[in-house]
């Protein structure tokens, strides 16, 4: 005689081995430690209120590590996220949201940071320890003062222009800073520049606090450089050529250039300052890069030389390449063993 299945007390004995599986999940606890996290404080919308860390002023700090624990499945999710690069190890600060709205250092539990996050309530698990366990942050209120604006190229360096306007903008900035810095400071790119010396352009200006931090400042500026300085036409007769080479071809190979004729008169449009500097103070007028690839071709070989320009000169417009890049013809030449120990000596 058959029996009858009771498949109730199959799907209790399944939930009941579910259970047993999830309560030994929850009991076995594993840990996790995750290094280099970083806390960034968020741009504050108050133009009068500073937030940094510590004393260098940074808006970002780095944890060394974040001890966690939980249950396994939570964790080995962690880890999978972390192998993958997708666990996110950012995590922003609004100081005002910590209470900390009057000037003054306040101390910040990192632990008890990381622990209310949304990034942790996502990932289920619990902040055992971080390393630090505190850091420092500190307000400023910051003062309104007229500073004058300054231009300068990509490279950080001061450019004189026909004018600003206006010629003066306030920004809320330190209240002991006086003399030279109270600038607000505008970069322009080398296509700028050249614009600039026909048609005034727009940019806005920032100012630059400790630790790297940088605040725009809501005035526009119209910025009018200089006309560009006539160009004279030059022939340089005594054109030096150089090579560069890596250290793994110095001692092994010679440079035979088959060319050099080609090479010895450059014909330029500069500015008299900027074609003495061209030609008295480089060490080498013409360059010709050699890459290690090039030892594995015998035969004769082919590369648009390079003009070394003085960058203070091209940055000004003063000095350019009146002709055709030249291509150098050359072949590199394996020294013998006796001459790359001479020429290593």
């Not at 000037?103 to 632990?111: A, F, Q």
């Not at 590369?303 to 590199?332: G, K």
Request: aromatic share 8%; net charge negative.
């Amino acid at each position: 005689m058959i029996k009858k299945v009771k498949f109730s007390k199959i799907a209790i004995v399944i939930f009941l081995t579910a259970l047993i599986w999830v309560w030994v999940d929850l009991r076995l606890d594993e840990r996790l430690s995750i290094a280099d996290v970083t806390i960034n404080i968020t741009k504050s919308t108050d133009p009068s209120v500073w937030f940094s860390f510590n004393e260098d002023g940074g808006s970002s700090v780095l944890i060394d590590s974040v001890e966690l624990k939980g249950p396994a499945s939570r964790v080995a999710e962690a880890k999978r996220m972390l192998d993958k690069g997708t666990l996110e190890r950012a995590y922003f600060l609004d100081p005002k949201r910590q209470g900390m709205t009057d000037p003054g250092t306040y101390s910040l539990n990192v632990s008890d940071f990381v622990k209310h996050s949304e990034q942790m309530q996502d990932l289920g698990l619990t902040v055992e320890s971080c390393d630090p366990e505190s850091i420092s942050v500190k307000v400023v209120k910051l003062v309104k003062k007229s500073l004058i604006v300054r231009c300068f190229d990509e490279n950080n360096a001061a450019i004189q222009v026909e004018s600003t306007e206006p010629a003066r903008v306030e920004a809320f900035v330190l209240d002991d800073w006086e003399g030279e810095k109270l600038s607000a400071k505008v970069q322009m790119t080398q296509r700028e520049i050249s614009q600039a010396r026909s048609t005034a352009i727009e940019k806005r200006p920032y100012i630059e606090l400790p630790g790297g931090q940088t605040r725009d400042i809501p005035t526009i500026v119209k910025i009018k450089m200089p006309p560009a300085e006539d160009l004279r036409q030059y022939s340089i007769t005594t054109a030096t050529l150089g090579f560069c080479l890596s250290d793994n071809l110095q001692g092994k190979y010679e440079v035979e250039l088959l060319n050099p004729t080609d090479m010895s008169t450059v014909l330029i449009k500069a500015t008299p300052a900027a074609k003495q500097a061209y030609e008295l103070q480089q060490p080498f007028q013409i360059m010709l890069y050699i890459l290690d690839d090039d030892k594995n071709v015998a035969t004769e070989q082919r590369r648009t030389v390079s003009y070394n320009f003085p960058e203070e000169f091209v940055r000004r417009d003063e000095i350019v390449l009146n002709q055709s890049p030249v291509q150098a013809r050359f072949r590199l030449v394996p020294l013998s063993s006796e001459s790359a120990e001479k020429t290593t000596e």
